[in-house]
């Protein structure tokens, strides 16, 4: 059973860049089948996708948010990476997660989420 | 960009079905996924491509998507039920999330 958990600094001051891993487990993330995303959620706010990353390297991005993020990955460690810069109050959310199913896109599963908090 | 509207709120009566409802333009034409989301938890999957349900989602649960709105339905709705409920679909290389519908069962 593949799981997803979620690793970085929970403070990060404004203008600076946020980094989270996810790391996977149970399951490989060179697989075909899979696109591996960030979504994140301020508090009492509904959910944002970021953006998203295939096994090859190829990314998608919200275009909201595309002239500040970047997600890689490094399938030697099963892990992939978030970098959002220039951020500010209006980026603290909790941040996940999640692969979804090529193709179609749904998400399953999740991690559990992890808060980051922009302040000085 | 596309959108996706949900009500706000849901109410239903323990034991009664509830409908959810996620509007799009043409949405009938895209792939409807549904996620539930309980307090503190990260979302569950709770039926993808508009009406076909994970293993382990209850039968209760289920989707259908025509014209212009999907529904998530949930019958003989119970306490536990109770959570926020959100559509997903991909459009033009952009994924977007319904803005969530609270589910409250009296």
């Known amino acids: 059973q593949v799981q997803l958990q979620e690793s970085g600094p929970g403070l990060v001051k404004p203008s600076q860049t946020l980094s989270l891993t996810c790391t996977v487990s149970g399951g490989s993330i060179s697989s075909g089948s899979y696109y591996w995303s960030w979504i994140r959620q301020p508090a009492g706010k509904g959910l944002e996708w970021i953006g998203r990353?295939?096994?090859?390297?190829?990314?998608n991005y919200n275009p909201s948010l595309k002239s500040r993020v970047t997600i890689s990955v490094d399938t030697s460690k099963n892990q992939f990476s978030l970098k959002l810069s220039s951020v500010t109050a209006a980026d603290t959310a909790v941040y996940y997660c999640?692969?979804?199913?090529?193709?179609?896109?749904?998400?399953?599963?999740w991690g559990q989420g992890t808060l980051v908090t922009v302040s000085s | 960009s596309y959108e996706l509207t949900q009500p706000l709120s849901v109410s239903v009566a323990l034991g009664q079905t509830a409908r959810i409802t996620c509007g799009g333009n043409n949405i009938g034409s895209k792939n409807v996924h549904w996620y539930q989301q309980k307090p503190g938890q990260a979302p569950v999957l709770v039926i993808y491509r508009d009406s076909n349900r994970p293993s382990g989602i209850p039968e209760r649960f289920s989707g259908s998507n025509s014209g212009n709105t999907a529904t998530l339905t949930i019958s003989r709705a119970q306490a536990g039920d109770e959570a926020d409920y959100y559509c997903?679909?991909?459009?033009?290389?952009?994924?977007?999330f319904g803005g969530g519908t609270k589910l409250t069962v009296l």
């Open positions: 999640a692969r979804a199913v090529v193709v179609y896109n749904w998400f399953d599963p």
């Open positions: 997903q679909v991909w459009d033009s290389s952009s994924l977007v």
């Open positions: 990353i295939y096994t090859s390297g190829s990314t």
